[in-house]
């Protein structure tokens, strides 16, 4: 007589938290339910165009930070957030009215950068309007090219009035790792091809045994 | 009755027929399944090498870094896609070729897989902001969690990292495993159980 060889034996001789929700049989359809209906969702998600979402990417960018918070310009309290990056610095300029106003967007807003020593004259970027529940979102990249601190000017126009808020940031560069990313990306293959090798000699032993 | 590293049990990996699916993958097809996640895994820490080497050996500036599958597909690289559908992979595969592991490396292996399931939760939060159109913190962007903590561009490979290594020990002890886990394995990963055991 055979043994059923279908699934493994349970390992009675461990019993961890894991362990034992694997043992539950309910645990045989929890996970391929649940990812089943993740791979829905991602799949609605991206078919609706909201998968190619411009800063979806954020994860894997870097989250930006609030440099400006909360600050009355003209008829909108104005925030900025901005991830200064060497080569790429996304800047958002998220608008609010003020003292429970009716909203009006602006017409224009445009984001200055300059480098605090003065070694080169200011750039000005327009930034565009990205949809939002409540309020505005503006957004623009800019380009630090060089790691230091920079004057950073925000322009705001519109009917219903504008105004300037000014902060400094700093630049930093890009993937503080360094080349470090390139030596850990090397790694696995160095890792696997290393247990590839123990295991074709762990292999030949075997095979040479009686 | 026989055991698992009888004549009769190892012919079963043989001919397989009336097994399921799922294991035969755990059994005679482990070794190849293995193989192929290995490259699905291999291929995307290639991708990372490639840009790792476009930024700080040819230099190209970090937009146009974007691996290789991105130099012909960009829009996998901007949208959220190709990094979701990987997690996804990731965690499906940890999950149904679990069963071919056993004793220490499974636990290895299932260390791997609940890294890589908060991973997953991490991505399908940012899922859940874009859908939703708030994101969390008051951030412009959608955030994960992690990104508080660290929030800059290596929290991906840090991930990817943290669920490889317990993936690669698993890996190890499944191919070299000792004596008493291999006579208990339902596949052909570490080579023919020892028939003198019988």
Redesign the interface.
Known sequence: ???N????PL?VT?S?W?ERF?AWPGSRLV?PLA?FA??V??FA??MSG?????????????????IIADQRVGPYVA?V?TDP?V??GPM?V?LEAADGQTFTPPSAVRVGIAPVSGRLPEVLHDAHSE?M?RGA?F?TDVAFDRAERWTLRVLIDGSAGGGQLTSQVAAMP??????F??V???L??L??TG??W??AV??RR??A?? | ????HSP??IS?HVAPAG??FS?RL??PWHERALQVF?GI??AH??E??A???Q???LHW???NARGVLGLWFP?L?????L???YA?IM??GL?ILR?GF??SS??WW?VAF?IQFWH?I???L??GQ??V??NLF???????LA??VI???????IYN?IV?IPM?IA??RH??PPEAERV?M?CRC???P?L?AA
Do not use: C
């Open positions: 007589m055979r043994e060889l279908a699934w493994p390992d461990r961890t894991a694997l996970m990812m993740l791979a969702a991602a998600v991206h909201a998968g190619a979402h411009p800063h979806e990417m954020a994860a894997h960018r870097g989250a930006p930070t609030r925030s957030w990056e080569g790429s958002y998220m949809p529940r979102r957004m890009n993937a503080a790792a360094g080349p990313v390139l850990l990306s090397l696995p293959f890792a696997v247990v590839w123990r295991a762990a292999r075997i095979s045994l009686p | 009755m026989t055991t698992a009769v049990a079963s097994q399921s294991a755990n059994g290995m895994v291999l820490w290639a990372h090498l840009q790792a080497f930024v700080y050996v500036p970090l937009a829009w690289v901007k949208s959220e896609a990094h979701y559908g996804l965690l499906v999950w069963r056993v004793g499974h636990t299932m609940w997953h991490e991505h399908a940012l899922q874009v859908i159109g708030q008051g951030s412009p962007v959608p955030m994960s990104q508080l929030p800059r561009l290596e929290l991906h490979l990292t490889f690669v890996m190890y191919l070299v208990r339902r570490a080579g023919e020892r003198a």
